[in-house]
């Protein structure tokens, strides 16, 4: 049995697997997934388990060079995305609409649900190197 970092299988296998510049979102429990992009569904019911818990998790065990979130989220969430940005030291953040976020799942290597229920709680991680 693994004892340190995250034990869900599905997460750890995609996280192993990651190349340079490749993909995993968070989102909430309303982003849609687009067909043929895996999905990896941690919600339990609205809120649990929570976006920044999920973000905690990955920023730990994934080498994060830039992410990508909804311009929307400054206005409609501010308090998710102040909590996202003190998470977000040494790493590019670039902004995009709702729309453009949506579509650009549609290469991620995989989605993980979460619970969350607040406007606009999705994040776009794209791995770097460790070198």
Known sequence: MKKHGILNSDIAKVLADLGHTDKVV???????????????????????????????????????????????????????FERTMERMAGVDVAFVTHETFKEMTGDAKAIIRTGEATPYSNIILQSGVLF
């Open 26 to 80: 968070i989102g909430d429990a309303g982003l849609p997934i687009p067909e043929g992009v895996k999905k990896i569904d941690l919600s339990l019911r609205l809120q649990e388990p929570a976006f920044q818990t999920i973000l905690e998790l990955l920023m730990e065990e994934m080498e994060v060079e830039k992410v990508f979130l909804a311009e929307e989220i400054k206005e409609q969430n501010p308090d998710q």
